[in-house]
C-alpha cells in the first residue's frame, strides 16, 4: 500500500497557492503531499552581458534546499553551489525558457527563486511546476503596467516523477519509494504534449522499452492534471 493509500498511478495531493511573497511580481506555494516548495518571481530591468542590446530577455532559475527541508538537517549552500543544486536550477530554467518567447519582454530578466521548505521526494518535479505559475503571475504584472511587447508565454510546462519501485511503475515518487527504486525517472512536458526533458536511470538492473513507453505513458497522464490545476489557479489570478 502507498503512502495516502494511492493507486500506482495517481498523484498525491496537489495545491499551488499564489501571492506568497508580498514583494515579488510572482510567487507561488506548490505542494505535492508532504513536499513544499515556494517558487518566486523577480523582474530585473536587464539581461545578462551575452544578451545585452539583442533586444531579448532572458529567463533563468536559483534552487535551494532550506537547512529544516528534510529529517537531517542540510547545511546552507554558501557561495558555491552543489552539483545538484546546479543540475536542478539549470533544468528549471531550461524547462520555462521552452515555453516562453524571450523577445516579448526585451532587456528584461525574470529571476525564478525556487526554496524548497520540507523534502518528501519529487522536488524537482514540484519545482518546476510552481515556477511556471509564478513566472505566468510576473507576466501578467508586467502586462498591468503595459510594458510587454506581446504575451511571452507561448504555453505551460509542468513535471513529474515515476519510478518502477518493487517491478510495480508508481506515479509521483515520495522520499521511501524515490529511495527504493529501481529505475528513477523525471519527465518535464510542455501543455502541448512534447517532452522537454526526459531523465531516468536504472539504479540496479537495465529496463526494457515496454517499460520506458508504460513509464512516459503515465507521467503523461499525471502531467495532464497539473496542466488543471495550473490552469484553474491561473485563470483565477488578475
Known sequence: MRAYG????????????????KY?????????GDTKVICAASVDEKVPQFLSGRGS???????????????????????????RSHEIQRLIGRALRA??????FPD????IDCDVLQAD?????????GACVALESAFKSL?????????????????????VVHGEILLDLDYEEDSAAEVDMNIVMTDAGQFIEVQGTAERAPFSA????????????????????QAGVCAGMK
Open 121 to 129: 521526494g519529487g522536488t524537482r518535479t514540484a519545482a518546476i511546476t
Open 143 to 163: 502586462k498591468r503596467s503595459r510594458s510587454l511587447v506581446r504575451d511571452p508565454l507561448r504555453g505551460r510546462v509542468a513535471a513529474v516523477s515515476i519510478g
Open 57 to 83: 530577455g532572458w529567463v533563468t532559475a536559483e534552487y535551494s534546499m532550506l537547512p529544516g527541508a528534510t529529517l537531517t538537517r542540510t547545511s546552507r549552500e554558501r557561495g558555491q553551489v552543489s552539483g
Open 24 to 32: 515579488r511580481e510572482g510567487s507561488v506555494l506548490v505542494e505535492f
Open 108 to 111: 528584461r530578466t525574470i529571476q
Open 6 to 21: 494511492r493507486k500506482n498511478d495517481e498523484m498525491r495531493k496537489v495545491t499551488i497557492s499564489t501571492g506568497i511573497q
Open 210 to 229: 515496454e517499460t520506458l513507453n508504460s513509464m512516459l505513458s503515465t507521467a503523461t497522464k499525471g502531467i495532464s492534471e497539473l496542466f488543471k490545476i
Open 99 to 104: 515555453v516562453t518567447d524571450m523577445n516579448a
